[in-house]
Every structure is written in C-alpha cells, then in structure tokens.
C-alpha cells in the first residue's frame, strides 16, 4: 500500500501565478478530500469528492480555487493566480468511503507564495 | 453547535509519564471520535477511535475515555516516550463525511 501520494511536495512560487497541486489516492478509496492547514486555522476542509463527483466544495476560499477529479485515481487542486494568503500546507486525503473510517492523508504539499 | 473544542494547546511531559488531552463537543449526533497523530512534514494519521456505546477504548499506551454526559472525551498516553512527540487532533463526525476537528496538541516528552 503505497498510501495517498501528493505532488510536488515543496512549491514556491510568486504572487499571481498559477499553482497546481497533485494528489493521487489509495487504490479502491472512493472518498477524496483537500484540507488546507495552518497555524491560525487549523485543519480547513477544502472540498470533498465522492466517486470522482465533488460534494461539498463550500470550503474554497474563493473562485481562484478549483479542483477536479478526472478519475479514481487522481486529483488536482489548482490556485489561478496565487496570492501570499495561500501560503499554507495542502493535504489531500482518502478513504473507503464517506464515513466512520480512517482518513488516509498524504504528506502534503507545502506552498508558498511570494 | 459544530465545534470540538481541544486543550491544551500545548503540553510538555517528562519521559514515562501520562499525557492527557481533552476534548469537548456540543452535538450530540456525533458518533465516531477519532484521534489523528501528526509528526512534523506528515499528514495526520489515525492514532485511535471510539464510539459512544463505549465509554474506554485502549489500543497499546493510548486509551480513550468517553463522557457521553458532559460531552467530553480525552486521550491519554500511558508511560509517554519521547517518540511521542507530535501535535494531537481530536475531531468528530455524525455519520457523514464531514470530520469536524479540534486545534490541535503539541506534545512535548522530555528525556
């Protein structure tokens, strides 16, 4: 099991650039999720897939923000244009499926916008 | 009404004592309670969960323990190592997707 796989894991990158974060799932997990962390807010849910269908995407800051899920076995999580207030780590996370089972989270990919 | 509210928010415990943190919820349809250990440039991981039709659950030095009266839940780390050391979450969830999340621990053993 090679568990959640996100790349890149480091990304720097300047203000008002297109940012795109990569997130490859468990095989067989149905349920997807990008969390935003820092150390102000904590762990934020971004958006939330279920069978490659986003559900709740309440949690994007604003329209700069958008994911896909193309298949069941990737996603991406794009910031157009970045700005220094999106400096933070992203995770995506998956799991078997919507509830009352572990999260699987990936390591991360730490952003930071200049 | 959504909140878990965590604390502290940050501990320091000398090696083989007991690390203790609390949890406490206002929604009582929640009903999973897990526990996610982080370590530094990791994502959480799942430590630890328990249902409320139990009021302990003990897997190794990590126990829960369940209030289901005064909303409360706690974790606690017997004979603490200095490899567990790492930021705790407390969270909770009511059936759905959604994991509502405490703010975190940072747990400090000291050798």
């Known amino acids: 099991d090679a568990g959640v796989i996100q790349s890149p894991r480091h990304e720097v990158t300047e203000m008002g650039q297109e940012v795109t974060l990569r997130c490859k799932p468990i095989?067989?997990?149905?349920?997807l999720f990008w969390y935003r962390q820092t150390m102000m807010r904590g762990l934020e849910l971004l958006i939330y897939?279920?069978?490659?269908?986003?559900?709740?995407d309440s949690g994007m800051p604003e329209d700069r923000f958008s994911a896909k899920m193309p298949n069941a076995s990737f996603s991406t999580l794009k910031i157009q244009p970045s700005e220094p207030r999106d400096s933070a780590v992203y995770f995506c996370a998956s799991r078997l499926r919507d509830s009352g089972v572990p999260l699987h989270f990936g390591n991360g990919t730490r952003l930071t916008v200049t | 009404q959504q909140q878990v509210k965590q604390s502290p928010q940050s501990l320091i415990v000398q090696k083989g004592g007991i690390s203790i943190i609390n949890c406490a919820y206002e929604n009582t349809a929640f009903d999973y309670f897990p526990w996610y250990q982080q370590f530094p440039g990791k994502g959480p991981a799942l430590l630890i969960a328990i249902r409320p039709d139990v009021s302990e659950k003990k897997e190794g030095r990590f126990t829960i323990s369940f209030n289901k009266s005064a909303k409360q839940f706690s974790l606690h780390i017997m004979d603490s190592q200095p490899g567990d050391s790492a930021t705790y979450f407390c969270?909770?969830?009511?059936?759905?997707?959604?994991?509502?999340w405490g703010a975190g621990t940072k747990l400090i053993i000291k050798p």
């Open positions: 095989s067989g997990h149905n349920s």
């Open positions: 897939f279920n069978n490659n269908v986003p559900i709740d």
């Open positions: 969270a909770a969830s009511s059936g759905n997707y959604q994991l509502i």
